[in-house]
């Protein structure tokens, strides 16, 4: 089982408390990548994306939705074994406890040594960072199971986020192209 934690490094919806707890409990888990930010490492295509067995593939971020409409957009169709929402940091942490407690009890798992963090391969420039990143990761993703392809969205942006895929379906072409904060196709969804 692979964990990937996404630090949110753009945003603030997650408290560094909450982080930090998470952080704490994931150092006694093996195979764990950090990722600055999961929306940026999906939109900017890395290359690793489609080698992760995501079945077998825990992640912990903020959107479980938005997590696998990222996945989606990046070609994977598999969703993780399991999306732990840091939004209700609660329910997250009793999850990784009882992950943790499970390789306790399973002392043979393959997770059974402690190692720290590994940072995963992404150009990401965490909003801590003295210098400003070159683009910030704001940008739709699209829920396959509520889109009705309306296609409202595609003509309703002035920017050429969307366009239509082979079969006619509205995609996210162009996330770079979004402004940041904007929320308009959202609101006529």
Not at 86 to 105: G, N, Y
Not at 118 to 125: E, S
């Amino acid at each position: 089982m692979n964990i990937f934690y996404c630090d949110c490094a753009y945003s603030n919806i997650i408290v560094d408390s909450t982080k930090k707890q998470i952080q704490k409990i994931l150092e006694q888990f093996q195979s764990v990548q950090k990722i600055p930010d999961f929306c940026e490492w999906v939109a900017r295509k890395n290359p690793q994306i489609a080698t992760i067995p995501w079945q077998e593939t825990v992640v912990i971020a903020c959107y479980p939705r938005a997590i696998v409409a990222l996945l989606q957009y990046a070609g994977i169709q598999s969703n993780p074994k399991a999306i732990l929402n840091m939004r209700e940091p609660e329910e997250c942490i009793a999850q990784l406890e009882q992950m943790r407690t499970k390789m306790e009890d399973h002392p043979s798992c393959e997770h059974a040594q402690s190692i720290s963090m590994q940072q995963c391969d992404q150009p990401a420039q965490a909003s801590s960072s003295s210098t400003a990143p070159d683009w910030v990761p704001w940008f739709p993703v699209i829920d396959r199971t509520r889109c009705s392809n309306c296609q409202q969205c595609l003509n309703f942006c002035l920017f050429g986020v969307y366009e239509q895929d082979a079969q006619g379906h509205v995609m996210v072409a162009n996330p770079d192209k979004c402004k940041t904060n904007c929320p308009a196709c959202a609101r006529i969804c």
